[in-house]
C-alpha cells in the first residue's frame, strides 16, 4: 500500500512570496489532515477535511493560508504572501475517519527568508 | 493551549534501559495515540489506547491510561539506538474536529 505523498519536499521563498504544497492521502481514506510544526513543537492542526468538505479549518490563519480538497483525493495548501514566523514543516496525514491512526506522509520544509 | 504536554522534555539513556515518558492532556477523549518521529521525517504510529482501556502492549512498547488524571505514559523496554527519535502523545477530541499533539520527549538511546 502506497503511503502518503507530498511535494515539494524541501522549499525556500522570500516573505511576501507565495508557496503551495501537495498531498496525495492514502486511497480510500476519508480524512486528510494538514499540520504546521515549528522546529522543537509538536504538529499544530491547520485543518482537516472530511472528503472533499472542511470539518474544522479554526487554527488556520484565513489571511494568509488557504486549502482545498478537490474531488475528496488530492489536496493543497497555500501561503500568500509568507511571513518569516511561516518557516515551519508541513506534514500532512490521512486516516479512514476521523480520529482515528493517522497516516503521515515526509512533509515539506518551508524556509522563508 | 489545548495541546497536552510530554514530559521529561529530553530523557537519555544506555541501551538496554528502559524509557518512560509521560503526557497529560486537557480534553475529554476517546482515545490517545503515541508517535514517533526521526529527525526529519514524518510522524509515525506507535500505538492507540482507547478511554475505556488501562493499559496496552505492542511489542516492547507498554502504554497506560489514566482518564480521572488525564494522563497516559509510555514505557519502551530494552530500549536501542534505533529507538532514538522524538515522541509525541496525541488526542483527537470527542466529535474527531480536533486532533492534538503534544510538546513531545527526546528519546536519545546511547549504544
Known amino acids: 500500500e502506497a503511503g502518503v505523498a507530498q511535494s515539494p519536499r524541501y522549499k525556500i521563498i522570500e516573505k511576501r512570496q507565495s508557496v503551495a504544497f501537495w498531498c496525495n492521502p492514502i486511497?480510500?481514506?476519508?480524512?486528510l489532515y494538514w499540520y504546521q510544526q515549528i522546529l522543537g513543537q509538536g504538529p499544530k492542526l491547520l485543518i482537516q477535511?472530511?472528503?472533499?468538505?472542511?470539518?474544522?479549518d479554526s487554527q488556520l490563519p484565513k489571511d494568509r493560508f488557504s486549502a482545498e480538497r478537490l474531488k475528496g483525493v488530492d489536496s493543497t495548501l497555500k501561503i500568500q504572501p509568507a511571513k518569516l514566523e511561516d518557516s515551519a514543516v508541513y506534514l500532512c496525514?490521512?486516516?479512514?475517519?476521523?480520529?482515528?491512526?493517522?497516516?503521515f506522509g515526509p512533509g515539506t520544509r518551508l524556509t522563508v527568508l | 493551549s489545548q495541546q497536552g504536554e510530554e514530559d521529561p522534555q529530553a530523557l537519555s539513556i544506555q541501551e538496554g534501559e528502559n524509557a518512560t515518558m509521560n503526557c497529560s492532556y486537557k480534553?475529554?477523549?476517546?482515545?490517545l495515540q503515541w508517535y514517533r518521529q526521526n529527525s526529519g521525517r514524518g510522524l509515525v504510529h506507535l500505538i492507540l489506547?482507547?478511554?475505556?482501556?488501562r493499559e496496552k502492549h505492542s511489542g516492547r512498547l507498554r502504554v497506560t491510561l489514566d482518564t480521572s488524571k488525564k494522563s497516559s505514559s509510555l514505557l519502551i523496554t530494552a530500549s536501542r539506538a534505533a529507538d532514538t527519535a522524538s515522541y509525541f502523545c496525541?488526542?483527537?477530541?470527542?466529535?474527531?474536529?480536533?486532533?492534538?499533539f503534544g510538546t513531545g520527549t527526546s528519546l536519545t538511546v546511547i549504544p
Open positions: 496525514a490521512s486516516s479512514p475517519n476521523r480520529g482515528n491512526t493517522q497516516y
Open positions: 486511497s480510500g481514506h476519508a480524512t
Open positions: 477535511f472530511q472528503n472533499n468538505g472542511v470539518v474544522d
Open positions: 480534553t475529554s477523549i476517546n482515545n
Open positions: 489506547i482507547r478511554s475505556n482501556e
Open positions: 496525541a488526542t483527537p477530541t470527542n466529535t474527531g474536529n480536533q486532533f492534538y
